[in-house]
């Protein structure tokens, strides 16, 4: 049982600031009210938090949510804030998960488990392992948020999931406190989806991650633009951090910083459809972009498939469809989450009318109405 909280208050810059613990030799945390939390999300749309505690450590992750329970708070775990689309301010409880730690756990010589705290920012890691000769994740870099996130949403990249490097997770339940192990079968790994946005969605605060990386792991290069740019150096030549660095600039040249401008990425998932249906679209655009996967369906590319509905560079001032890639939803400045939401809509719409095919968001949805 977690004891009282203290309740010690003071007032800064006209933000009530709460001190607690929810144990006597615990690091007591901060709460703070009406927190504008607009700079932590990648999409820059305006936020609100009605309450907000950072936290380091597992202590303080409980904590944090047995307050939020006790309070009767609705809880909101918030990372590097680049997957998601905030329609409206959050009335509740918004933990900022800002552990750090890097550490390796098993090593033979040639494969290890390396185990990141969840707050670790995921593209500085993914240079790190790759600093340190480790190969794994090197389709992986330059993609926004944090270590925790990555599994939520089985974040993947030319070819590369986070599956396939998987070892284990630990997360935290939000109800009991208590900490599990979560490994590869445990955590149900889909195409951008996991157990974690499926049936176990809202339960779980995810810790650390551990990923089994391999120092001469093969390289996979075989994908679109990451072939065509490693194309310059001779396949026996090419390191994990050639593929990184040529993954860096693709990304660079197609996809804006979100520091600059207002984005989360890819605002659609690549649409898998049956063969037969792949099959028909085939015949009306010979020229469409196909991957074919293991189970016999078909992966599109939702960009290309945004491209030819015309909405490509598409501006309605605020925000608009970025002009290099059209799976990019941007905020130049002064759009909601609504305003977004709508043009989103307004795209899955078009493409449905024609091309049959209703595309799907990646980026989570909060405060919906």
Known sequence: MYCSFNKRYYYKNEHIVRFITAQPNHTFLKVITDVDI??????HVPAMASR?????DDDQVRDALAFGREEGLNILILGGGSNMLFHSN????????????IQVLNDDGRVLEVVAE????WHHFVMHTLESGWGGLENLALIPGCVGASPMQNIGAYGVEIKDVFSWLEAINIESGECVKFHLEDCKFGYRESIFKLEEKDKWVIVRVAF?????????TGYG?????????SKTQITHSDVANAV??????????????????SFFKNPVIDHNVFLDLKLIYPEIPNYPQTDGTVKLAAGWLIDQAGWK???RGTHGVHDKQALVLVNRGGASGQDIWQLATDIMTSVEHKFGIMLEPEVNQIGMI
């Open 248 to 265: 860096v600039k693709i990304r660079n040249s197609k996809l804006p910083n979100p520091a600059i401008l207002g984005n989360a990425g």
């Open 52 to 56: 907000y505690i950072e936290v380091k």
């Open 225 to 233: 633009a990451l072939e065509s740019e490693l194309s310059k150096i």
């Open 313 to 315: 560079g598409h501006s």
């Open 118 to 121: 969840a707050g670790e920012m």
């Open 212 to 220: 089994r990386l391999d120092r001469k792991s093969e390289l996979k």
């Open 90 to 101: 959050f009335e509740g409880l918004v933990v900022k998960i800002a552990s750090r730690g």
């Open 38 to 43: 607009t700079h932590e999300l990648t999409f």
